[in-house]
T-cell receptor, first 109, second 119 residues
Framework: GQNIDQPTEMTATEGAIVQINCTYQ??????LFWYQQHAGEAPTFLSY??LDGLEEKGRFSSFLSRSKGYSYLLLKELQMKDSASYLC??????????WGAGTKLIIKP | GAVVSQHPSWVICKSGTSVKIECRSL??????MFWYRQFPKQSLMLMAT?????????EQGVEKDKFLINHASLTLSTLTVTSAHPEDSSFYIC???????????????FGPGTRLTVT
């Protein structure tokens, strides 16, 4: 079966760095997405990785290892507004997104 | 670019009535649209996938006679919740996909969501 695993909840301190991990098992693989979702709002795109390695975008970076079926989202210089759920989603061989349950990130002052 | 709108943003209806939710891609043509449901503190649950001009493909466990989806044009899809009951109260989110824009041809652009409350 297809499965996306990520921690349910994480807590970090304002100004610090946090890494949210995601492991995936999909039928075929055509890339991995990270989305951010604030409570009561729709998800917004953060990153897309299809090749191994690290993609950096400002305070956010995303890493992919296809051989390990593993990705992480790295958030630096955390701000209170980063408190949200972070959704990992894998694109399978049918180009369907398989969604993880999301990681709720709590930022404390 | 790649903006998706949803209407209404919230709706309260009585049990037994039907509610229609519209999803529009404002500045691009969406070949595929998706409808999701999300209960509080849970992740997105895909309900159905619709391609313009063809019947929607429903996920297992989703009643197609209860959740009617119409994707009549490349910019509009509608979800009608028929004979709504309190257990249908949820956050409904649509997304659209186009092969002609975005960082990936399979990136989904999400609407702002519709909060449905059935009393």
């Amino acid at each position: 079966g297809q499965n996306i695993d990520q921690p349910t909840e994480m807590t970090a301190t304002e100004g610090a760095i946090v890494q949210i991990n995601c492991t995936y098992q999909t039928s075929g693989f055509n890339g991995l997405f990270w989305y951010q979702q604030h409570a009561g709002e729709a998800p917004t795109f953060l990153s897309y990785n299809v090749l191994d390695g690290l993609e950096e975008k400002g305070r956010f970076s995303s890493f992919l290892s296809r051989s390990k079926g593993y990705s992480y989202l790295l958030l630096k210089e955390l701000q209170m507004k980063d408190s949200a759920s972070y959704l990992c989603a894998g694109l399978d061989s049918n180009y369907q997104l398989i969604w993880g349950a999301g990681t709720k990130l709590i930022i404390k002052p | 670019g790649a903006v998706v709108s949803q209407h209404p943003s919230w709706v309260i209806c009585k049990s037994g009535t039907s509610v229609k939710i519209e999803c529009r891609s404002l500045d691009f043509q969406a070949t595929t649209m998706f409808w999701y449901r999300q209960f509080p503190k849970q992740s997105l649950m895909l309900m159905a996938t619709s391609n313009e001009g063809s019947k929607a493909t429903y996920e297992q466990g989703v009643e197609k006679d209860k959740f009617l989806i119409n994707h009549a044009s490349l910019t509009l899809s509608t979800l009608t919740v028929t004979s709504a009951h309190p257990e249908d109260s949820s956050f409904y989110i649509c997304s659209a996909r186009t092969p002609w824009a975005g960082r990936s041809s399979y990136e989904q652009y999400f609407g702002p969501g519709t909060r449905l409350t059935v009393t």
